[in-house]
């Protein structure tokens, strides 16, 4: 059964860094692309990095690009992703997404919580 297990997440002051985990469970990462999104109270969803596990090509939304870096583990399935100069805005529920996109198939994790305050 695919399992995707975030990690990392909690409070941080203004300027501050984190590192997020998403480990990986149940299938090989191979064919998918991984995904970083977050959801702030009263606000929709939105993707901010994702990574194709084949090939390492990655991608950031604007207000992450220089800041965020999203990366792989291949020995532990595991995708991270290393959040410096935090910003309160950066505030949200993080969710790690694997997507198979021959079978449109999506899996999420149950998300951890970022918290940027002094």
């Known amino acids: 059964q695919l399992q995707l297990v975030e990690s990392g997440g909690g409070l941080v002051q203004p300027g501050g860094s984190l590192r997020l985990s998403c480990a990986a469970s149940?299938?090989?990462?191979?064919?998918?692309?991984i995904g970083w999104f977050r959801q702030a109270p009263g606000k929709e969803r939105e993707g901010v990095s994702c990574i194709r596990y084949r090939g390492g090509r990655t991608n950031y939304a604007d207000s992450v690009k220089g800041r965020f870096t999203i990366s792989r583990d291949n020995a532990k399935k595991t995708v991270y992703l290393q959040m410096n100069n935090l910003k309160p805005e950066d505030a949200a529920v993080y969710y790690c997404n694997a997507y198979l996109a021959s079978i449109s198939s999506s899996t999420w994790g149950q998300g951890t919580q970022v918290t940027v305050s002094s």
């Open positions: 149940g299938f090989t990462l191979d064919d998918y692309a």
